[in-house]
Structure formats: C-alpha cells, structure tokens
C-alpha cells in the first residue's frame, strides 16, 4: 500500500495523480538469488527504499511530478528480471516548490522512515536545501531536473549526484550557435529562484565568451500568469532574441502570451532555454513551432526509446520527458549497484555507481565524472510544424546531437571540491 510519508504530500485518494503514486508506490519485490544470502545482511530493514520528491501539483508537475514516480516503478519492474527476491519500496511527496517542505520530507524520509535514495527534486532552490540534508546523513541523492550549476559546482557533495543536465549544457550549445549566425543581442524572462538566476548567469558568460551581449533580464515569480510587463521590457530591450529561463507551465503561459501579442511574427526570436516534451503538448504546435532547445533525451530516439515510451505511455497517458526517463535510469542504476554489492550503504553503493557504465535506454556508456555529473549527449532539437507531425508526440526534429564531450563544462573550471580533491 502507499506510505504517506507526510501531511502534505499529494493524496493517494483523489485524481489521476494519485492512483499513479498509489500504484507505484506498492511495495515490489527485486533482486538476484545468488546475491540474495549477502544482501540480505547488508539491506537495512530487509528493504531498500527509494524516496521520489518533486512538485506534484504546480507549476513543474507534467515535466515529472507523478510520471517520475511511474518510471521509478518501471525501473524497479526491470529489475525484477535480474534478482527477483529483494524487497524495493517507493514513496512519493509534493514538497509544492519549497525548499521547507521538501527539507521536512526528505530529512523524516532519511531518518525516521528508512529512505535509502531519494530521486528527482526538480527544483533548484529544493535541491539546494536537500543537497545539504543528503550530505549531513551521509544519504544517495539523485537528481533529474535539476538545473542550477551550484549542485555539482559550489555546493557539490560526495552523496549528490547529477542524472539530466545543468544550466551549462541547456545554453552554452545555442547560444554559440545563434550568435554564429548573427543573432548576439539577448535578452532574458526568467524565473526569479535559483534555477532562473543561475541560469541567466550561466548564459550571460556563455554569451560574453560567443562574443554577444546582454541586453537585460527580467525576473518573474515561480507561477505568475500575466506576462505582459515582461514582455513588453522583452520587446523594447532592442534584442535580437528573447530567452525564456523558465519551464514548465510557466513557458507554456508566457509563449502563449508572446503569440497572443503578436510577437511571433515581429523581429525577435523566441528561444526556450529549458524545454520539455510536455510543455510543447501543453501549448500546441501553433504556438511552439520553430522553438529550440536543448534536451538529454527523446523518446523517438530509436528503438529502444520508443519500446520504453509506450510503456509509460500505457500507464501515465503521456509520452516521458527527458526528466521521467533520466529517473528511470538513475534508479534502475542504483538498484543494480545495491544487487552488486550487496548493501545499501551509500559510499559502496555511490563507488559501484561510478565504476560502472549506465546500461539501459537513456544513456548507455555514460559514466559519472570527479563532480557528480552523468556524462551523456544532448540533442539540439526543434519543434515541428503543425503539418510535419506524423505520430502523435512525435514534436521534434533533431538538428544535431551534442557529444558528451563538447556538452559539460570542462573540469579544469569546476568549483566542486571533489575535484580539488581528485586532483583533476
């Protein structure tokens, strides 16, 4: 049955969110019988745990929310094939976009509920508060949608670890390309918290470095619905483009707002500096056609890609984003590493982790680097005109793929002491 691991996680009663979250939340056997004997003395409490914590009902809940806690079950399901006897449990929270809340739950979750790996987050400002809860109770936490730097530069911690991106790989790629071409004047509507903020800082450097400029920015609290003032600032600012640092509903309401006053037929380009699957269902073609961006992952890869999307499909009603398939992939990662060594204490278990390549649908071969970044590709993607969809959720065209090592900042410029310390 579902754990409720606190008053204000999302409800398991109510909505199809939380049939999702009761569903996935069951307690599901996984594990090998030649490993069983050892995990089982090295397993606390005979279960290993797994905590996911996101924004399930606001602004950031259709880029992951209840669809991660449905991928993390998936992972668990492919586990089963390789050691079937090892009990796996996963809980859910709302922490509602604040990092208060998601302390509380995840600081209950490590010490009073036995959660060994806590996944997701996707938030910034969350994840900041959480890296520090995770790094004092020596405990595993992944992150997906995640954007700041700070996680991996700054503030990195031996228990964190990031599974999508940061802000360095979603702007240094398209920024280079647009000023290539002549577009080197920006301008910046953002979100005003840590992703946001971070996120301009990171593209005012990677513009600076291009040889292109910034022409302001203008910072918008997390859900705000009007966006006229911004873009009006955004219009006169003398710009060639406009970059939309936000995600979520929050994009999907401002490029709505940015067609609707007739700015997509003006002089200005529009670029979305972190763009997900589901915000381009959630405005429609007409309104994202022609958009760039920057993506980890897409579900109409390949083979492999689309076999796993029509299985989340089945159960969520929605093609994965980037962020529910990275969750997916970091749990089924992490379950293997736990079967491997036979516990689930979080220094053998984070070793195995980077010793070992990632082998599954989202990122097979990618490594974790000295910080605590996967180190995959990304594709530079494009949204599809209203005529050019052949399949439903199919939304992108590939432009390009980004090597893996043209995508990451380089480590002789990281900040993260874990680098200092591994004398890269």
């Known amino acids: 049955m579902t754990r409720k691991t606190d008053d204000r996680c999302v409800s398991t009663r109510h909505g199809l969110a939380g049939r999702l979250l009761a569903a996935a939340a069951m307690t599901i056997a996984a594990a090998g ?64 976009n604040k990092a208060d809340i998601g302390v509380e739950v995840v600081r209950k979750w490590y010490e009073s509920d036995g959660v060994d790996m806590v996944v997701d987050v996707g938030n910034s400002a969350v994840a900041l508060a959480v890296q520090s809860i995770a790094r004092e109770r020596n405990k595993l936490v992944v992150y997906a949608a995640v954007g700041t730097t ?25 920024i280079r390309r647009l000023v ?62 406009i970059a939309f640092a936000n995600a979520g509903a929050q994009l999907v309401t401002s490029m709505k707002q940015w067609n609707e006053f007739g700015m997509s037929t003006g002089p200005q380009r529009a670029v979305a500096e972190l763009m997900f699957l589901t915000d381009i269902h959630g405005m429609g073609l007409e309104t994202a056609q022609g958009l760039t961006g920057v993506t980890a992952w897409y579900w109409d890869l390949n083979d492999g890609t689309r076999a796993f999307a029509q299985r989340f499909f089945d159960r969520h009603g929605a093609m994965p984003t980037a ?53 995959h590709d990304f594709y530079l993607v494009q949204v599809k005109q209203p005529g050019a969809l052949d399949k439903p959720w199919a939304y992108y065209n590939v432009l390009e793929t980004i090597p893996a090592a043209y995508a990451y900042r380089p480590l002789s410029e990281s900040d993260c002491s874990l680098v200092t310390a591994a004398g890269k």
């Open 323 to 375: 962020p529910q398939a990275s969750v997916y992939s970091a749990v089924l990662h992490y379950l293997k590493a736990v079967a491997a060594t036979g516990t689930d204490e979080t220094g053998r278990v984070v070793a195995h982790m980077r010793a070992t390549p990632v082998d599954d649908i989202y990122a097979p071969g990618a490594r974790l680097r000295a910080d605590n970044k996967l180190v």
């Open 150 to 174: 700070d996680i991996t530069g700054s503030q990195c911690s031996p228990t964190g670890l990031a599974w999508l991106h940061d802000n360095y790989n979603l702007v240094s790629g398209p």
């Open 33 to 96: 019988p030649a490993a069983l004997p050892a995990m089982a003395a090295g397993i606390s409490g005979d279960v290993v745990r797994i905590g996911v914590v996101n924004d399930q009902s606001g602004p950031l809940s259709d880029l992951a929310g209840a669809g991660s806690v449905v991928a993390a079950g998936l992972a668990v399901e492919d586990f089963k094939a390789l050691a079937p006897s090892l009990k796996v449990e996963i809980v859910a929270a709302d922490h509602q």
């Open 180 to 241: 290539a071409q002549g577009q080197d004047k920006w301008f910046f509507i953002a979100a005003d918290y840590a992703f946001g903020q971070n996120m301009v800082k990171e593209s005012e450097s990677a513009l600076k470095a291009a040889g292109g400029t910034s022409t302001g920015a203008v910072f918008h609290p997390l859900g705000t619905t009007d966006y006229a003032s911004f873009l009006l600032q955004a219009q006169s600012s003398g710009a060639d483009v």
